[in-house]
């Protein structure tokens, strides 16, 4: 059963980069045709899809944040992480990571970030 398990600060200032990290437990995030994903819910709003990086590493993000998101992965420790610069109050979403394989999706539990200054 493949777990991921989110991390980093619940809150940052404005200006500043958010900065998430997803460990994955139950597969290894190079594994062929899966994906891995990013997802954020900011408070009575409906989710927007952030970005996506595959088995190879290669990335996908949404052309509305494009200009400030960067997604990466570490293999050694079987992570991705995604990164937003400049964040504003209006990144303040609940975010989540999420990892694919055809028809079967995993989520993690999720992660408050709040921008505040």
């Known amino acids: 059963q493949v777990q991921l398990q989110q991390s980093g600060p619940g809150m940052v200032k404005p200006s500043q980069t958010l900065s998430l990290t997803c460990t994955v437990s139950?597969?290894?995030?190079?594994?062929?045709?899966?994906?891995w994903s990013w997802i954020r819910q900011p408070p009575g709003k409906g989710l927007e899809w952030i970005g996506k990086i595959d088995d190879s590493g290669s990335t996908n993000v949404s052309p509305s944040l494009r200009s400030r998101v960067s997604i990466s992965r570490d293999t050694s420790k079987n992570q991705f992480i995604l990164q937003l610069s400049s964040a504003t109050p209006e990144d303040t979403a609940m975010y989540y990571c999420s990892g694919r394989l055809g028809a079967s999706s995993s989520w993690g539990q999720g992660a408050q970030v709040t921008v505040s200054s």
């Open positions: 139950g597969a290894s995030i190079t594994t062929k045709s899966y994906y």
